[in-house]
């Protein structure tokens, strides 16, 4: 359990801050909201105590003899900033202290990560860009904005990105400190395959495998936090896209690589996470497939799909990173590690994120622990947490290594 302090500016977003506050508390955190005054124009303060279990306020006048200005910041092991508005950032940047939030961010020692948003034209004016610049370059995360549907018929950069992202993301905050999203991905083009791909044997049967695509998701969802432009080539996976995240959706092995080589065109980094079938039924039956039929088989006939990542490699242009993943058991032949280095020199990419699955571990739970081999020879091990704090883990490995 963490102690969280989820400072709420006065924007339309802020409702969203309420569910912002559930996913925290369901993660078992124990949440303070600071509101400005301004944000409980949107929100009443009971709906953020009831949520929260604990008092709200406002301003530095309440609770004077537990100096609140001072303690709220100074404990807490995480402050979420959630909306950021124009005006939030612009105070923070300027180290005022005209209410209890910006106190709070004054005396705050840990990580804060500011949520920006706000109207299309005031997230780009130059003041509140050189606010954000400021602020990061201070140490704290400025998540940037999601693009789509404003308040008012308007779309642009500008949106809050869905709680669910924002809380995911607190997690990698909360493991490896605020440089786990450095904007270091800024101006980078990432491409993601995430998910199984479904090799069909009739209309509706098809060989599938276990992937869940949360580790992809995580992988996607990390990137563009840390400023990226990324592509999530999805094969079957059914949740809702990350923020700041293009989702291509493939079925077969055979669609995944059409759409993987072509987002790759102009790609910095591809990361091949997806669980692609390495075989599909030789024939697919145009209609469904009966028992008793004449057509009823005996055996399922197999060939091999094309191998994506290894596609990859040998059209690999100077300067781009592949990365492969490989989920690996150990058995009489050897422990993971060692079938991993054997994958990675086979498969020729630059880094392999191994898994160990032994016992079933890892396929769609939302923990994960991995080691990220180099062709260097170099591993990283990436400390059991949850799936965006490995991904973090990932990136921090590739970022080094881009030129
Ligand atoms: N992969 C791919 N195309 C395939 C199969 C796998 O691009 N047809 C990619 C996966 O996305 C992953 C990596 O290759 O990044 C490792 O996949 P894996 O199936 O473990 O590799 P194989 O060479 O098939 O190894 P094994 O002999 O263990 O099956």
Request: proline share 6%; with cysteine; aromatic share 4%.
């Amino acid at each position: 359990m963490s102690r969280i302090v989820l400072g709420v500016s006065g924007g339309v977003a802020a409702y969203k801050a309420a569910l912002l506050l559930r996913a925290f508390t369901e993660a078992g955190h124990d949440v303070r909201v600071v509101p400005t005054p301004a944000a409980l124009h949107f929100v009443g303060a009971a709906t953020f105590e009831a949520l929260s279990g604990n008092p709200v306020t406002t301003d530095v006048w309440s609770d004077v003899d537990e100096v609140a200005h001072v303690r709220i910041g100074q404990t807490a092991d995480l402050v979420v900033v959630a909306p950021a508005t124009a005006d939030l950032l612009a105070r923070a940047a300027a180290g005022r202290a005209d209410d209890l939030l910006t106190a709070t961010l004054l005396t705050a020692h840990c990580p804060v990560v500011f949520v920006p948003a706000m109207h299309t034209e005031m997230w780009l004016h130059p003041a509140t860009q050189d606010n954000v610049a400021t602020l990061r370059r201070r140490g704290s995360v400025v998540l940037p904005p999601a693009v789509g549907r404003l308040t008012g018929p308007d779309s642009g950069p500008g949106r809050l990105p869905e709680p669910a992202d924002v809380a995911a993301l607190a997690t990698v905050v909360l493991a490896g400190g605020a440089g786990a999203l450095a904007p270091d991905l800024a101006g980078r083009r990432v491409v993601i395959s995430a998910g199984g791909t479904r090799e069909p044997l009739d209309p509706v049967r098809y060989l599938g495998n276990r992937s869940s695509g949360k580790q992809g998701w995580a992988l996607a969802r990390v990137a563009a936090a840390r400023g990226a432009q990324v592509v999530l080539v999805a094969a079957n996976v059914e949740l809702p896209a990350p923020f700041g995240v293009r989702v291509v959706p493939a079925g077969t092995a055979e669609d995944l690589r059409t759409a993987v080589l072509a987002e790759a065109a102009d790609a910095d980094v591809v990361v091949m996470a997806a669980a692609v079938a390495d075989f599909r039924p030789a024939t697919v039956a145009g209609t469904k497939l009966k028992k008793g039929s004449a057509a009823e088989p005996s055996a399922v006939p197999l060939v091999r799909n094309p191998d994506v990542l290894a596609e990859l490699v040998a059209e690999r242009r100077a300067g781009r990173l592949v990365v492969g993943f490989a989920a690996e058991t150990g058995d009489a032949d050897g422990d993971v590690l060692a079938h991993a280095r054997a994958k990675l020199a086979r498969k020729g990419c630059d880094l392999l994120v191994v898994n160990d699955v032994s016992g079933g571990r890892v396929f769609g739970r939302s923990d994960n622990a991995a080691v990220v081999l180099a062709a260097d020879g170099t591993a990283t091990e990436l400390a059991e947490g949850s799936k965006d704090a490995v991904a973090a883990g990932v990136w921090s490995t590739v970022v080094p290594r881009l030129s």
